[in-house]
Each structure stands twice: as C-alpha cells, then as structure tokens.
C-alpha cells in the first residue's frame, strides 16, 4: 500500500482541555492523526469542535463516560491506535494531615479511569494487532515525596499498572508506554483538590513546556524500542538516586522539602470541575 493510501492513524487524548493534553491533541494533529479527547466542559475544550477533532465533555471518573467516549471514538474513526491517559489531578499534604476521605477521588482519576480506558481500548487493538498505551507517570511515582504523599500514592500504583500492562500485552503487540514529567509549566498548582504547595518548593519554577512533554509522548508513541521517557532527562537520574543510594535521596527531600507547618491547609472541594482535568504531573 502506497503512504498516501494508509489509514490515519487515531488517538484518544484524556484531558485535552488545558496543560499537556491539549498540548498532546494539537501535537497529534500536526503530525496528521485523527484525535479524539474527552474533558470536563469548558472553553479550553470548545477550541477544539471545530476541524477532525472528536470532543467528548464528561468527567472520566465516570464509568459511562470512559465507555462512551471509546464507543464514539470507534464509532466516529473505525479504530483506535493510541491512547494516552493524561488526565490528572493532585493533593499536598503529609501522611499525618492528609485528608483520607479525598484518596478515593485522586485514586479514581489518576489510577482507576486510566485502567479501565487500557481494558476498554484492548479488544480493539488486539483486533488490528497494533497499538500503543501511553500512561502520563511522573517522577513523583518513583521518589515519595512527603508533601504529596497521595499524589505520589497514586503515581506510584499508575507505574505499577502500567509495568504488568506492559508485559501482559507485549504477545498481543501492543505496547504500553509512561512518561514521567518533572515540573510541567501548568496550572497544576493551582487545580490540586486539597492544600497548597510548601513555602519552601513554592519558588520552584517549572522547567519544561507542555508542548515539550507533548513532544515526548508522540516519540513515545512513534519509537517502538521505549517503554519509559522522562522529560526533561534529569528525572531519570533523580529516580536512580533513589533507587540506589536511598538515604542521599532523604537528606536532599529533608533539605528542600515540606516544614509541616508551611502548609497552608487550603483546601478545596473534591468535586470542583476544575480540579479533575489539571494535565500535570509535579
């Protein structure tokens, strides 16, 4: 078949409102696929109704909703060779005052949904016998950081989906990717569910672009030989210090981190649409 005879190929995005994933859909785009995102509803989403981008609005913590959204991705482009699971949401807090009531939400967006859309999109790449999951990690889900100890949680159980994902599907030759961002310029801060960056990380300033992370995910998905990529590179030696000299990583956290009584105990309400759809990952 002659290049220009080739079906396009066709992601679905999550959270491609704001941040990495409307970074990610204008990305795809650009190279030539067709794209499909679901986020909450809002203007960010509306700039993309117009041309061949498929919006789902709805919040992905719904079961009816991730099932709605593959439906009509198939239904609309016939198949689905990628999907990446960006949406996200974050908390700050210690062990000793994290709220525990608000676990089950950060659970269930940046771990539950992100499952069940892999299991929903399944069927349909092993029919074409290609395809690629890629998980949006974070650098947090390899170093525990005790001011974001839920959210670390939840990467932490993201990275470990995504490692049995992997080796279960590699037969079916598809293939699962995550991506560790470190600090992504985004409105993350600001979107958390409960607390507020420490005083001390507050003048931490973000050093890569959404449009850089988005970059990564398409290579990701375009370079068969990856499984993992951190952007910018630095995460990766971050993440080896803790696995092989732990005690160096503790005495750099205890020098940067969290004073318990920097936290400022904001606190926001877990249903707030803004903070389900955040694209972030610091």
Known sequence: MLRSERVARVVLITGGSQGIGAAAVQ????????????????ENLNRWRSGSVLTVEGDITSKEVRTGVVERTLQRFGRIDALVNNAGIGLYGSPSNLPTDLLGRLFDVNAVAPLHLAQLVIPAMRRQRSGTIVNIGSVAGNVSMPWAVGYCASKFALHALNDSLRLELRRDRIRVVKVCPGIVATKFRD???WGSVPRKLADLRPVI????????IYRAVDSPWLHTVYVPELGRIFSAVQRFCPALMDWYLQRVGADPTAESGRSRHQNEPEAVESGANV
């Open 209 to 216: 672009s959404p449009e850089k992370v988005a970059k990564a």
């Open 191 to 193: 979107n958390v569910i």
């Open 27 to 42: 990305c795809f785009r650009d190279k030539g696929w067709k794209v499909s995102t679901v986020a909450l509803p809002g």
